[in-house]
């Protein structure tokens, strides 16, 4: 068993199919996306830590010295121990393949250990992610899924920055797909149909 820990919700799946990762926005937790992904992949396993930070009384993945400016030490800290967590448990589960689903808060850790671990998740879906840094290159990316959905009009997430995470992305020679909505940062029915789309061949 892996010793980084959360607070989480599991569903074992059925041997040899992936594992799903989800990863709640700021101020949610473990359920905020358990169901949803329980019937993305009825066979997978589910997995849903809650995050370790809290911020006012709001569960994060990492800190944040104010909106958009993040705590670098703690995002490096929150990487690692996420990147352990993620593979002890794909190693328990015995999981074909290592899946992963983030929003807002939850894209950003999601998106960095994909930035830093590149071999450790084979698709990642990224809802409304905001890195407002120029991630280091990394090759173990060549060939990885990522589908990263986003709102034009994201106060939070800004158009620019959620581009310039995508064209980061084909650079390492990922394989990307970018579903954008006219709104700012609230999940859209185009969103949720794209993310079925994006998860289709896992099931």
């Given at each position: 068993m892996t010793n980084a820990?959360?607070?989480?919700?599991?569903?074992?799946?059925?041997?040899?199919k992936p594992i799903l990762f989800t990863f709640h926005g700021t101020g949610g937790d473990e359920n905020?996306?358990?169901?949803?992904?329980?019937?993305?992949?009825?066979?997978?396993?589910?997995?849903?830590?809650?995050?370790?930070?809290s911020?006012?009384?709001?569960?994060?993945?990492?800190?944040?010295?104010g909106e958009g400016v993040y705590d670098m030490a703690d995002l490096a800290r929150a990487t690692e121990k996420m990147a352990t967590y993620v593979k002890g448990l794909a190693v328990?589960?015995?999981a074909s393949q290592v899946l992963g689903l983030g929003f807002s808060n939850g894209a950003n850790i999601l998106a960095n250990v994909l930035i830093e671990?590149?071999?450790?998740?084979?698709?990642?879906?990224?809802?409304?992610?905001l890195i407002p840094f120029q991630p280091r290159?990394?090759?173990?990316?060549?060939?990885?899924r990522v589908l990263i959905t986003a709102g034009e009009r994201d106060p939070i997430s800004p158009a620019p920055v959620t581009k310039a995470l995508a064209d980061y992305f084909s650079r390492q020679k990922a394989e990307v797909r970018l579903d954008w909505h006219s709104g700012g940062h609230d999940?859209?029915?185009?969103?949720?149909?794209?993310?079925?789309?994006f998860f289709a061949p896992y099931a």
């Open positions: 820990t959360y607070v989480h919700r599991v569903k074992p799946g059925a041997p040899g905020q996306f358990f169901d949803f992904a329980s019937r993305l992949l009825p066979e997978a396993t589910i997995v849903s830590p809650r995050g370790d930070v911020e006012y009384g709001a569960a994060r993945f990492f800190r944040r010295t328990d589960h015995g671990h590149g071999e450790l998740f084979d698709a990642a879906v990224l809802m409304h992610p290159d990394n090759e173990k990316l060549d060939g990885r999940i859209r029915q185009n969103e949720i149909e794209a993310i079925h789309s």
